[in-house]
């Protein structure tokens, strides 16, 4: 059995006689997951462990045709002597060059979804209580330039459109996601992201991370790119990323945040996602992504608030500490497919009875999916947010 | 199933909707196989007028943001101007790496190249430059190529040894607002620097192979000044580079002129608006280069267009990818995307479905030349009347 709290080293001791087994691509993904196991939320920490656990037993034809594929991958010489087990970032790296160059990184990918099925749980666990809530708000000053647009297209097909939304309280979303979470405390389950500082101050069981509580360090990071791009020698791209791949959280400003995985999770926002650090609607998006994927919350609160116009990389680079004027327009357009992909990111995880809400405060137009909501439906009736946020639960 | 059947379903599938959106729009015949009903060109005289102008989006461009029906409001003139006058690909595949430095020099050199993207390094293969010059003996002024900066700058000639000195003048507009570290020479012109949306940083990479700014802007006849005065007038790169080009087409008329535009690629910081603006943008140039190859005596009515983006961009269902923003999943949308041809060798109006490769596009701009690109390992393109 692996303990939750196992450091990375002894896991990796553990588990090594296992994957010196494995064919050598699928070593080294797994130790590079083992290796980051005290970054990992709860829930990757027991996907993990029950990755392992069927690799080392392999009984279901799933997991075998999984070996299989990953065997068949054909690496050259040189990486397949290079040592996987002890920086296997890094050996990730190398084989994924030459996955493309070779092309198989198709074949690569097939194989890795191949393994998805091992992470599941075995038996059917009980359903998450209360059901899974994402809530995408749009800033007011998210707006088109001219008349009132028609929002969320792209997600009608698949829930009721509310045109007609009024929100009478002042901080209904902040007391929904703190009533959710008073009622079912559980660490990393309830979230609360957004392009600017929460106004009202979240209760300690919901996480809260922002673009603009994170200036600091996203500056201290631009400033990064920008001594390694001037640094004599510099390699380039693969320079750029080595130097990321050792940076700790402390080194970009985050010492102060007191619980690891969430600093360690904080810092690969920013130096595993492109635009993050440029752009709050960026921030926004891909953290909702990554918040979805990785940690499976029960409730995540997301609002979209304007991001800076188009600015010249090289001045962002040059000066960390720029912060340019907002583009609510392109903003709106980029919320939009925002909240579109939080769908798409949220439908990823295995439970069903799922809801999901967009809303725009400026527009009074909302989009709502989940039980009893038809796709492709409207309702014209007025409604308020309050009473919005309880249809589906 | 196999993933290259995956390819070809998703595909077969894509383009079937493009081709039905297409039909409704333009009322295009279908030209499934066009070969069997066009003349084949009458070589000789014509031949050694002919021009090409070739326009890739080196930014990877998804079917819902252009050709599908969703996409059509952001490629207005490309539909209505260009497309009654083309022939329109719906399925070309690009196989190779989803880079855009190594893809547009695999679509040069009509072979899936496998050098590491960002590395400063020639193509391995013979490039359709090379090809060119060497076979039909012209001037290195005959054969340009307009280029954003990041990693380009090799693009114009191959490694390969049988064709040393035979490559493209290749021209990396920016360069001429910089200084060598990459700063901008010029004050308030720092949006026409924009080019490296891949990586936050580029490779450092050799110039001495480049043309002097004050050579290029001779041949240009402009002065870097002027050049820089008219530059502060633009909004982005790829509009910097369409002025280039004119100007090229204008003062040097080079037989073959390939652009490739790269404003697109904006996408990687996660700004869909700004990626939508790259596509608009990239429409615009397009229609207003087809407008000065139809004004400038030298290229009228004997030039042929041909648009493509390398490679398309992650599809929005691939759970590796984070929608349009990279092209790191390689999955079957990401690699498929369509081509556009105008001209006199190309039948107007007509949509082919027959999937074509990335790669082929060399060996059939070559042998619109009447030259042979006998390394390239792509299949010529009998649509487009050979
Ligand atoms: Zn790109």
């Known amino acids: ?393 | 199933m196999n993933q290259v059947d995956q390819w070809n379903r998703l595909a077969a599938g894509r383009s079937y909707d493009r081709r039905e959106f297409l039909r409704g729009l333009c009322g295009s015949a279908l030209a499934t196989t066009v070969s069997s009903v066009l003349p084949r060109r009458a070589w000789g005289s014509a031949v050694k007028r002919r021009k090409v102008v070739v326009v890739t989006f080196g930014g990877g461009a998804r079917d819902e943001e252009t050709f599908a029906p969703e996409g059509q409001q952001n490629i207005p003139r490309m539909l209505q101007e260009l497309m009654p006058q083309a022939a329109f690909f719906t399925q070309v595949v690009n196989r190779g790496i989803l880079g855009h430095y190594v893809a547009t020099a695999s679509l040069a050199t009509g072979v899936y190249e496998r050098f590491n993207n960002f590395a400063d390094v020639s193509p391995e293969n013979p490039t359709l430059f090379e090809y060119f010059r060497q076979s039909l003996k012209r001037p290195a002024s005959d054969a340009w190529v307009v280029a954003p900066s990041n990693g380009f700058n090799r693009i114009g000639q191959s490694s390969h040894g049988l064709y040393t000195g035979a490559g493209a003048s290749v021209i990396l507009p920016k360069r001429l607002l910089a200084h060598a570290d990459g700063s901008a020479a010029f004050g308030g012109l720092e949006h026409l620097l924009n080019d490296n949306y891949e990586s936050p940083i580029q490779a450092p990479v050799a110039l001495a192979s480049e043309m002097p700014s004050e050579q290029v802007a001779s041949m240009l006849k402009l002065s870097v000044a002027d050049f820089a005065a008219h530059a502060s007038t633009l909004n982005s790169p790829d509009e910097l580079s369409l002025f280039v080009a004119r100007r090229i087409m204008r003062e040097v008329a080079p037989c073959l002129l390939w652009v490739t535009l790269h404003d697109i690629d904006v996408a990687h910081t996660g700004a869909f608006s700004l990626y939508l603006e790259g596509i608009r943008r990239s429409d615009t140039i397009c229609a207003e280069l087809w407008r000065t190859i139809q004004s400038e005596p030298e290229y009228k009515d004997q030039t042929n267009l041909l648009i493509l983006p390398d490679f398309g961009r992650d599809s929005d269902g691939d759970a590796g990818g984070n929608g349009f923003q990279h092209h790191r999943t390689g999955d079957a949308l990401s690699r498929t995307t369509w081509m556009m041809a105008l001209g006199p060798d190309v039948r107007q109006n007509t949509v082919v479905d027959r999937p074509i490769e990335s790669i082929d596009l060399t060996p059939t701009v070559a042998a619109l030349f009447g030259c042979d690109a006998r390394m390239s390992q792509g299949h010529l393109i009998r649509e487009l009347g050979l």
């Not at chain 1, 998450?128 to 998210?142: H, M, S």
């Not at chain 1, 680079?317 to 392109?330: Q, V």
């Open chain 1, 1 to 393: 059995m692996i303990g939750d709290a196992q450091k990375p080293s002894s896991l990796a001791t553990q588990q090594l006689p296992l994957l010196r087994k494995l064919p050598i691509p699928l070593a080294a993904i797994m130790m590079q997951q083992i290796a980051r196991a005290d970054r990992l939320f709860p829930v990757e920490l027991q996907e993990l462990k029950r990755s392992l656990q069927a690799l080392a037993s392999p009984h279901s034809p799933a997991i075998e045709a999984a070996v299989r594929a990953f065997a068949a991958l054909q690496l050259s010489p040189e990486l397949q002597h290079l040592d996987w087990a002890t920086d296997p970032a890094s050996f990730v790296e190398k084989m994924s060059a030459e996955l493309w160059s070779s092309g198989q990184i198709g074949a690569f990918h097939d194989a890795a979804k191949l393994l998805v099925p091992a992470t599941l749980p075995t038996q059917t666990s009980p359903p998450i209580k209360p059901a899974r809530f994402v809530t995408i708000a749009l800033d007011r000053r998210l707006s088109a330039e001219s008349s009132t647009p028609s929002l969320f297209l792209k997600l009608r097909p698949h829930g009721t459109f509310f045109p007609n939304v009024k929100d009478e309280e002042p901080n209904t979303l902040g007391e929904w996601l703190s009533a959710r979470a008073a009622a079912a405390p559980a660490p990393y389950a309830h979230w609360r992201l957004s392009g600017e500082a929460d106004r009202s101050p979240s209760p300690a069981s919901v996480v809260s991370l922002s673009y603009d509580g994170l200036k600091s360090t996203r500056q201290q990071l631009l400033a990064r790119f920008n001594a390694t791009r001037n640094t004599d020698g510099a390699s380039g791209p693969e320079g750029l990323r080595h130097t990321l791949l050792q940076l700790t959280p402390e080194q970009i400003g985050l010492a102060s945040m007191p619980d690891p995985v969430l600093r360690a999770f904080a810092m690969e926002i920013f130096t595993g996602g492109s635009g993050t650090q440029l752009y709050a609607t960026t921030f926004v998006q891909w953290t909702v992504r990554e918040v979805l994927r990785r940690a499976q919350p029960q409730t995540l609160l997301a609002r979209f608030t304007p991001r800076s116009e188009a600015t010249s990389i090289d001045l962002r680079f040059t000066y960390p500490e720029l912060e340019p004027p907002p583009d609510g327009r392109g903003s709106l357009i980029d919320a939009e497919m925002g909240a579109y992909l939080s769908y798409l990111n949220l439908q990823r995880l295995p439970d069903e009875g799922a809801s999901f809400l967009v809303w725009h405060e400026g527009y009074g137009q909302a989009l709502l999916i989940g039980n009893g909501m038809p796709g492709n439906a409207q309702s014209q009736s007025p409604i308020t947010l309050k009473a919005l946020l309880r249809l589906t639960t």
